[in-house]
């Protein structure tokens, strides 16, 4: 009989404030599984490579955004070495952003979570599980969202404040972004740095060369309720494309088609599906994946592995 592994990463949020969380998690697995703590960035694809000796159920991740998407990328790059398929991946609750966990309608407590998990073990009943394509950045990086220019902008924003983080943070940058918008403040002239860079999209060349932003991925709401990727459950294995060269000003004056899920209106505006997405700068450009910063100046984000998520 396969075991849970929970993977947890100690600086998220929510687990930084509750060191005695992995101590629990060993608790309630007993003899059913194993708690990996990862304490350091580089020692993940060592643990994930050892998950290969293991019969493994379900592998839970216990952290937020950026944790999923550092122990998913160590995860595919392990299990597809060894030409093995990756056991169903549970998310738990446990970090300051956990956009993906709300996007897929997943509730409770990292501790809720993991019960769940162990009473379907103990019972014999099948996990219930959701395939769900992944995005994977220059043929690596695993992750739902990317985001760059006026995302990645924002982003350092709420990242400033040494500390901080969550939906209040979260809500207070957005609040004060829109407003320094409007005053024409000085967030506003950090927030609407434009960038020049040469974009094919399944290999169509996209007729804008100047943008405000790029974003793609597999989740509909992007944060704080911003539907921008509204159509990313269209087609099946295709991610949502949103490719503006709209300034700040004309988007918060169309604010509301986030929260509604609409496109947005005005020339040099890209809204289309995609497998594929190709961005070459001269200058090394900002760019998120889940939460997560990087820099460099050639991108490819296609769609990656699918993989079956726990629902409950």
């Not at 809720?112 to 009943?125: D, F, M, Q």
Request: aromatic letters at 8%.
């Amino acid at each position: 009989m396969g075991q849970i592994v929970v993977i947890t990463n100690p600086h998220a949020r929510q687990n930084a404030k509750d060191p005695g969380r992995p101590e629990r998690f060993e608790r309630q697995l007993g003899a059913r599984g194993v708690v990996c703590e990862t304490q350091h960035l580089e020692h993940l694809d060592e643990t994930c490579r050892g998950l290969l000796d293991r019969d493994i159920d379900v592998i839970g991740i216990c952290g937020g955004d950026g944790t999923n998407h550092l122990v998913l990328t160590a995860l595919v790059k392990a299990f597809a070495a060894a030409g093995r398929a990756l056991p169903p991946i549970s998310f738990l609750k446990g970090g300051s952003m956990n956009t993906i966990r709300g996007n897929l309608g997943l509730r409770g407590s990292a501790e809720k979570t993991l019960a769940a998990l162990i009473e379907k073990k103990e019972t014999g009943e099948a996990f219930q599980l959701k395939r769900q394509s992944i995005l994977q950045v220059n043929g690596e990086k695993c992750g739902f969202f990317y985001g760059n220019g006026y995302v990645a902008n924002w982003l350092y924003e709420y990242y400033s404040e040494n500390g901080v983080s969550g939906p209040q943070r979260a809500a207070e940058t957005a609040y004060n972004a829109i407003a320094s918008v409007i005053s024409r403040g000085a967030m506003a002239q950090r927030l609407g740095r434009r960038f020049q860079a040469d974009v094919t999209v399944d290999g169509t060349p996209v007729a804008i060369r100047e943008f405000g932003m790029i974003m793609a991925g597999f989740i509909v709401d992007v944060g704080i309720g911003f539907k921008a990727l509204y159509r990313a459950h269209e087609k099946e294995g295709s991610f949502h494309v949103v490719a503006t060269a709209l300034r700040p000003g004309q988007i918060a004056a169309q604010v509301h088609r986030f929260y509604m899920g609409r496109r947005l209106q005005g020339e040099g505006h890209f809204d289309e599906l995609a497998r594929e997405l190709v961005i070459r700068s001269e200058e090394p450009l900002g760019y998120t994946l889940d939460g997560e910063m990087y820099k460099t100046t050639e991108f490819r984000v296609a769609t990656g592995p699918t993989i079956d998520i726990v629902m409950s």
